[in-house]
């Protein structure tokens, strides 16, 4: 191979790594997106947040969730699977019955990048099915599984008039911070804001300490004079 040729191969393999790493770092930001709005937060002067929670709903953790949710009188929005409603309907009524928003959260949960057309279609529209069964009749947001989407995802929700919403406060999302209940209260009462979309995972075992945290995210946020929106409602405040 001639050192002319070495060269282009070269630069070639430097600009796939390149594209490779741009793609990766647009796949998971919570800002961008290369179709469509994607919503991290709502621009609004009123002191309102939007409590969100991720995954199932699972028995037990569900229950436990809206005692605490309507204790203190406030509604939220859940980010369900398809799969975990499908396997536990009861629980997804429940969540409508007290009031709450369901979102779409994806069917099987997987990271929605290098999928087909076909496979985000489903992913989406079965899910969408299962909400509706559900009993809710209200707007069907989505949130990407793990914050991932890249061209096909935002494209098709671009196509149906659907925002990708995500989070700009997420303290169990980092295991020094969700190990603890109380540091998970500190780190969304320094780091809300007026609009922001809160993001936690109450439904699993290993959550357990995300969802000890929520009474005292509540308590702390109206201490400070925070309202609590859904997704929707908050959306709505937009300026």
Do not use: C
């Given at each position: 191979?001639?050192?002319?040729?070495?060269?282009?191969l070269l630069?070639?393999i430097?600009?796939?790594?390149?594209?490779?790493?741009?793609?990766?770092q647009?796949?998971?930001?919570?800002?961008?997106?290369?179709?469509?709005d994607?919503?991290?937060?709502?621009?609004?002067?009123?002191?309102?947040?939007?409590?969100?929670?991720?995954?199932?709903?699972?028995?037990?953790?569900?229950?436990?969730?809206?005692s605490?949710?309507?204790?203190?009188?406030?509604k939220?929005?859940?980010?369900?699977?398809?799969?975990?409603?499908?396997?536990?309907?009861?629980?997804?009524?429940?969540?409508?019955?007290?009031?709450?928003?369901l979102?779409?959260?994806?069917?099987?949960?997987?990271?929605?990048?290098?999928?087909?057309?076909?496979?985000?279609k489903?992913?989406?529209?079965?899910?969408?099915?299962?909400?509706?069964?559900?009993?809710?009749?209200?707007?069907?947001?989505?949130?990407?599984?793990?914050?991932?989407?890249?061209?096909?995802?935002?494209?098709?929700?671009?196509?149906?008039?659907?925002?990708?919403?995500?989070?700009?406060?997420?303290?169990?999302?980092?295991?020094?911070?969700?190990?603890?209940?109380?540091?998970?209260?500190?780190?969304?009462?320094a780091?809300?804001?007026p609009?922001s979309?809160?993001?936690?995972?109450?439904?699993?075992?290993?959550?357990?300490?995300?969802?000890?945290?929520?009474?005292?995210?509540?308590?702390?946020?109206?201490?400070?004079?925070?309202?609590?929106?859904?997704?929707?409602?908050l959306?709505?405040?937009?300026?």
């Amino acid at each position: 191979m001639t050192g002319k040729r070495l060269k282009l191969l070269l630069g070639l393999i430097v600009a796939v790594i390149a594209l490779v790493a741009i793609g990766f770092q647009i796949s998971k930001s919570r800002t961008f997106q290369f179709f469509g709005d994607i919503v991290p937060h709502v621009n609004t002067q009123q002191k309102a947040v939007a409590l969100t929670f991720d995954d199932g709903p699972i028995p037990g953790s569900t229950e436990e969730v809206l005692s605490v949710l309507n204790e203190g009188g406030i509604k939220a929005t859940f980010f369900v699977t398809g799969a975990e409603l499908e396997q536990h309907p009861e629980q997804g009524r429940k969540l409508v019955a007290a009031g709450h928003e369901l979102g779409n959260h994806s069917f099987s949960h997987s990271r929605m990048v290098l999928k087909t057309p076909s496979f985000v279609k489903f992913e989406i529209e079965r899910t969408d099915e299962l909400i509706r069964q559900a009993g809710y009749q209200g707007s069907i947001h989505f949130r990407p599984p793990f914050g991932k989407k890249l061209l096909v995802l935002p494209f098709y929700l671009s196509q149906h008039s659907r925002k990708s919403i995500t989070w700009d406060v997420e303290p169990d999302s980092f295991p020094e911070i969700g190990s603890d209940a109380n540091k998970i209260v500190e780190d969304v009462l320094a780091n809300a804001k007026p609009g922001s979309i809160i993001l936690l995972h109450v439904m699993y075992p290993n959550r357990k300490e995300s969802l000890k945290s929520v009474k005292g995210i509540v308590a702390g946020l109206k201490s400070h004079g925070y309202e609590f929106k859904t997704v929707s409602e908050l959306l709505a405040l937009t300026t």
